[in-house]
């Protein structure tokens, strides 16, 4: 995971966080467990914990971009399409690292909006965010 200059003199802070809240993410849609009930638990444990980390920070901009992370995984995940979950996910860790822009705030709206367009465009603007693939 590559981390941008907005993370910078906290790296370690950021990857751990992202790492916890990655962890939920896959926890909490991806399950395969004996025990379905109890990793979707542990999941929302590790996102409590990665927003924990992130809320001693007081980035707000950070708070904002991953709460646009959570929500848009959500959709993605209760139209069952993985492919965009991942590009989100991508997206947003090129956003908490690097920043925004208009690319990336569009791309986020045609995701809400269930647009088939909505992966592409957003891995395109997250290598714009961070200045290549990421």
Avoid: C, F
Wanted: net charge negative.
């Amino acid at each position: 995971m590559k981390l941008g200059p907005r993370t910078a003199g906290h790296e370690q802070v950021y990857a751990q966080l992202l790492e916890d809240i990655h962890t939920g993410v896959q926890l909490h849609y991806a399950s395969t467990g004996a025990d379905a009930d109890l990793d979707l638990l542990l999941g929302d444990q590790r996102y409590a914990h990665g927003l924990l980390r992130l809320a001693q920070l007081g980035d707000l901009q950070a708070t904002v971009e991953l709460g646009d992370l959570i929500s848009l995984i959500a959709q993605a995940h209760v139209a069952g399409d993985a492919a965009l979950a991942e590009a989100i996910w991508e997206a947003g860790v090129a956003a908490v690292g690097w920043g925004t822009n208009e690319q990336l705030e569009s791309a986020k709206n045609l995701a809400r909006a269930g647009d088939s367009r909505a992966a592409e465009a957003l891995l395109a603007a997250a290598a714009t965010v961070t200045g290549g693939p990421t």
